[in-house]
C-alpha cells in the first residue's frame, strides 16, 4: 500500500511533441505528490508538486494531471525539447510522515 | 551557492574495506537522507537524521551505518562493503523534516565493490 507505481519505465518522444509520465498510488493518505528530474551525473531535483485539493497543476511547460477518485497523478511536458531528456521520477507523501516514497523513474528522451 | 556536496563522486573499492562518503550541506538544514539508486527500484532511502544525534533507519540500512554530530554533516559509513553495495549514492537534505520543501540533492557518489 506504500508503493508508487510508475510508467512507462522509459519513452522516445519527438521534439516538439508531448511527453507523459504516469503515476498511480494506493495508500489514500497520501497528500502531497512532488515529480523529480534527474539529468546524466546529477542528483534529482524537485520540479513541480500537487496537493489533492486540486486537479492540475501547471508551471510553464509542466503540467500535473490528478485524479483523487484513480489515485493516479500524471506529469505531461508540452512542446517537449531535447534539454528535457532526463529520468523523471514521482513521490508521494504525508503531512505527518515526512517519508517520500519514490517511483521507480522513468528514462525520458526526446529526439531532434 | 546553497549545496549538497558528496565526496567522492566515483569510488572503487574492494570487498570488506571500510569506507566512508562524506555528505555536506550548507543551508542550515535540519533534514538529512541518504538515498541508493539501482535500475529499475528508484530511489530506497537508507538512513535520515531529522537533526543532530537523531538518525533512523530507511527502507534498506542493512550494512550501512551513519551519524549526525554536526548540523551539516551526515556522513555515510560502510564498514564491510560488498558487491551488492555496488550502487550509485545520493544524499539529500530538506529545510524541515516535512516534505513540502523539496529536498536539495547532491551530485551523487558512485560506489563499485569488486
Redesign the interface.
Known amino acids: 500500500q506504500q508503493q508508487v507505481k510508475?510508467s512507462p519505465?522509459s519513452l522516445i518522444v519527438q521534439k516538439g511533441g508531448i511527453s507523459i509520465i504516469n503515476c498511480a498510488y494506493e495508500n489514500t493518505a497520501f497528500d502531497?505528490f512532488?515529480w523529480?528530474q534527474q539529468f546524466p551525473?546529477?542528483?534529482?531535483?524537485?520540479l513541480i508538486?500537487i496537493r489533492p485539493d486540486v486537479s492540475e497543476k501547471k508551471e510553464g511547460r509542466f503540467t500535473i494531471s490528478f485524479n483523487k477518485s484513480a489515485k493516479q497523478f500524471s506529469l505531461h511536458i508540452m512542446d517537449s525539447q531535447p534539454g528535457d531528456s532526463a529520468t523523471y521520477?514521482c513521490a508521494a507523501?504525508m503531512?505527518s510522515n515526512?517519508?517520500?516514497i519514490?517511483?521507480?523513474?522513468t528514462k525520458l528522451i526526446i529526439k531532434p | 551557492e546553497a549545496q549538497v556536496t558528496q565526496n567522492p563522486r566515483y569510488l572503487i573499492t574492494v570487498t570488506g574495506k571500510k569506507l566512508t562518503v562524506t555528505c555536506s550541506q550548507n543551508m542550515n538544514h535540519e533534514y538529512m537522507s541518504w538515498y541508493r539508486q539501482d535500475p529499475g527500484l528508484g530511489l530506497r532511502q537508507i538512513y535520515y537524521s531529522m537533526n543532530v544525534e537523531v538518525t533512523d533507519k530507511g527502507d534498506v540500512p542493512e550494512g550501512y551505518k551513519v551519524s549526525r554530530k554536526e548540523k551539516r554533516n551526515f556522513p555515510l559509513i560502510l564498514e564491510s562493503p560488498s558487491p551488492n553495495q555496488t550502487s550509485l549514492y545520493f544524499c539529500a537534505s530538506s529545510l524541515t523534516q516535512g516534505v513540502n520543501y523539496g529536498y536539495t540533492f547532491g551530485s551523487g557518489t558512485r560506489l563499485t565493490v569488486v
Open positions: 510508475q519505465q502531497y512532488p523529480y551525473g546529477k542528483g534529482p531535483a524537485l508538486a521520477f507523501s503531512d515526512y517519508q517520500l519514490w517511483g521507480a523513474g
